[in-house]
């Protein structure tokens, strides 16, 4: 049995008083302890040292110590240093193996059992569900397939929808449910109205009217480039404002150049939207336009060209990349132009029944240019692509064909060169190029569409010299009003990648563990010699995941690996 010496505890307690004698020199009192103890005897079972002390392992074991050290104070120089000299070979050769001194051999070793997880995965703005009734108008009855089901498709899979409409305008056919139906959409929000008598483009106003939800969505043109949740969350932050996707970049100009129209004196400002590309209306302004409709002598089948002009607002149309323009014919211009002559007499006049709305400015600036590929985010800049619409004033006696002649003498650059869409497009290889140079305040940015609840990686890829990197300052938004400084970052590391022989860019990317922020930008602190051309402005919030489901820090790399809290995500 091991000796109970091991385990002995010895105390020593003594309390002495002073002699007389030494009572002046010091009057304190003291307490001695001594204590020896074992500190792994609670952690091993009394029964597990008894099979221990007897077991015949232990004494074999007992015998080989001893003739190993007897035989080591035996040995010479020579074996010594053999013996010291395998030791650390044999230490060198495991480390090199398992990739101590090859940090890229442990990486892949260690990468191999993580697995990559997207928080941001199946996350998506929840502001604003099920407000919305989505019209479409059916002429034909080709156009069941052709149209009205592939819209469908593709509308069925949001939220925002609380229902659908199909309106059929043509009185010699009759349809069902069944005829529309979708495997991915719930039959209980498909309604059809088949009309009466045909009543054009003026059917999609009336279908509004009888819904019950305080929005409506129009399209009756069939698109796979629609970022209906960008655009659906720019829509709510200003819904008395006409919203849209642009069909294409062409299409953007249309609606915010070339078919705009103003007069400062008469608060006259107006523009053409394309409705049936997609585009989102308060019920409230629809309503009003129908309860004014015959007042106006609008005719139905030109309805839209009447609605959008007595709205007597810019419509808030974001950058699409589709490749559809709607090409206006000759009597849509000249219904277009009524339109116009209505507006300008009822303001000045200051009776009527146009504009339905006057003239409001937006709480929010006019910032979102276009919707990020992944339909997470929209590009946000201060920087214009096209001149103001005030540089002409609108009068009767210049007709449409007229102003577009003028607008298009006046600014004829090449458009796609300064597409929005470049900058957020997940492609390194397109750029967005500003026409002019870059002063202090403009910026670039995102709107997140919602206030994120995570950390998030930032990545900006620029053409621009490293001077930018150090007079930009980062700052966010909870609101899109005020903003503040972001106070720190943990990592914010830029490089210049070599993209061809010609071409080098300036590659940054930051953390942001702040939550809770919905809007984010780059301000420049003072005025550059150059424009902005941006290749890339993106976030991730990818992390990693061990076996034993603990996440990894978003700065996971190659230099280590650093765990964080599961409950920040």
Not at 104 to 124: A, G, R
């Amino acid at each position: 049995m091991r000796s109970a010496s091991g385990h002995e505890k010895k105390f020593s307690l003594s309390s002495r008083r002073p002699s007389t004698s030494s009572t002046s020199q010091s009057s304190l009192r003291g307490i001695h302890i001594n204590i020896s103890s074992d500190p792994f005897q609670h952690r091993i079972p009394p029964y597990i040292q008894r099979l221990w002390e007897e077991s015949k392992l232990r004494k074999h074991l007992s015998v080989w110590k001893r003739r190993l050290i007897k035989r080591y104070h035996q040995s010479g120089w020579l074996e010594t240093i053999l013996l010291a000299t395998l030791v650390i070979s044999s230490c060198l050769f495991l480390l090199i193996h398992v990739g101590f001194f090859s940090t890229e051999k442990y990486q892949e070793h260690y990468n191999e059992i993580l697995e990559e997880v997207d928080l941001l995965d199946k996350v998506y703005p929840d502001e604003g569900r099920a407000l919305t009734t989505t019209i479409i108008l059916l002429n034909h009855e080709k156009e069941l397939d052709e149209k009205v089901k592939p819209i469908l498709v593709e509308l069925c899979q949001y939220d925002m929808f609380s229902n659908y409409i199909v309106w059929n305008d043509n009185p010699n056919l009759k349809i069902n449910i069944d005829m529309i139906h979708t495997n991915n959409c719930t039959p209980n929000k498909l309604s059809v109205i088949n009309a009466p008598a045909k009543m054009g483009s003026s059917a999609r106003y009336h279908a509004c009217r009888l819904s019950k939800t305080p929005y409506c969505y129009f399209q009756d043109i069939p698109r796979k480039d629609l970022k209906l949740r960008s655009t659906y969350a720019n829509f709510l932050k200003s819904p008395h404002l006409i919203h849209g996707q642009s069909s294409s970049h062409a299409a953007l100009i249309d609606s915010q150049w070339r078919y705009c129209f103003t007069n400062k004196d008469l608060e006259l400002h107006t523009c053409y939207i394309d409705l049936e590309s997609g585009t989102f209306v308060a019920k409230a302004a629809v309503t009003s336009f129908v309860d004014h409709y015959d007042k106006n002598a609008v005719v139905d089948q030109y309805a839209d060209m009447y609605f959008v002009m007595f709205m007597n607002q810019i419509p808030y149309q974001l950058e699409g990349t589709g490749n559809y323009t709607k090409q206006l014919t000759k009597e849509e211009i000249e219904q277009m132009d009524l339109g116009l002559i209505v507006l300008y007499n009822d303001l000045e006049e200051e009776e009527g029944v146009a504009p339905i709305d006057p003239h409001l400015e937006v709480e929010f600036d006019r910032n979102a240019r276009s919707p990020c590929k992944d339909d997470r985010c929209l590009f946000l800049t201060n920087k214009k692509i096209l001149p103001d619409i005030e540089l002409f004033s609108y009068t009767p006696s210049v007709d449409v064909d007229i102003s577009r002649e003028m607008h298009d003498d006046f600014f004829s650059k090449h458009y796609h060169q300064y597409k929005y869409a470049n900058a957020v497009d997940k492609s390194d290889q397109t750029s967005w190029k500003s026409i002019q140079n870059i002063h202090a305040g403009d910026y670039i940015g995102l709107d997140l569409l919602m206030p994120m609840r995570t950390s998030l990686k930032y990545r900006f890829l620029v053409r621009h010299p490293y001077g930018y990197r150090t007079n930009l300052v980062i700052e966010m938004s909870y609101d899109g009003l005020n903003w503040f400084k972001l106070q720190s970052s943990r990592s914010f590391s830029c490089q210049y990648i070599e993209m061809n022989e010609d071409l080098q860019l300036l590659e940054c990317e930051f953390i942001v563990t702040d939550t809770g922020y919905r809007y984010i930008r780059l301000k420049s602190l003072k005025d550059l010699d150059f424009g902005f051309d941006v290749y890339d402005l993106s976030f991730s919030a990818k992390v990693k995941k061990d076996a034993q489901g603990q996440f990894l820090d978003l700065a996971f790399d190659k230099d280590g690996v650093a765990f964080v809290e599961d409950d920040l995500f």
